[in-house]
């Protein structure tokens, strides 16, 4: 049964971060409930096991499911803020053409020669 919640950990913190990194709504707001569950998840999975108490398990819940949403909400915002704007196109140099590099090589070699 615990490995159930810890499957929903991980899926609550990966639906977190996509929806933080598509800006499907508010990041404060998304990272809350995010937050929330994720601090359900752990505290359920804790108290699955018979030598944890309820104040260990809260504990646990607060420092590894809030502490793991915050960073993933921190890394989408980061990767977020970070990507190129949606109108822009990027270019390699790699996809001109190879006889332009091989004349404009050629024409820097004869004039450093002449």
Do not use: C
Not at 3 to 19: D, N
Not at 49 to 76: C, D, K, L, P, R
């Amino acid at each position: 049964m615990g490995v159930i919640f810890l499957a929903l950990f991980a899926i609550t913190l990966f639906v977190l971060y996509i929806a933080i990194r598509r800006a499907w709504g508010d990041t404060l707001t998304t990272g809350g409930i995010g937050a929330i569950l994720s601090l359900l998840w752990v505290v359920l999975y804790a108290l699955l096991h018979e030598e944890t108490s309820v104040a260990q398990a809260i504990f646990a819940g607060v420092v590894v499911g809030i502490g793991f949403a915050v960073f993933v909400v921190i890394i989408a915002r980061f990767f977020r803020a970070n990507q190129p704007p949606p109108g822009l196109t990027l270019v390699s140099h790699t996809q001109a053409q190879p006889e332009e590099f091989h004349d404009d090589r050629r024409d820097s070699d004869h004039q450093k020669t002449e």
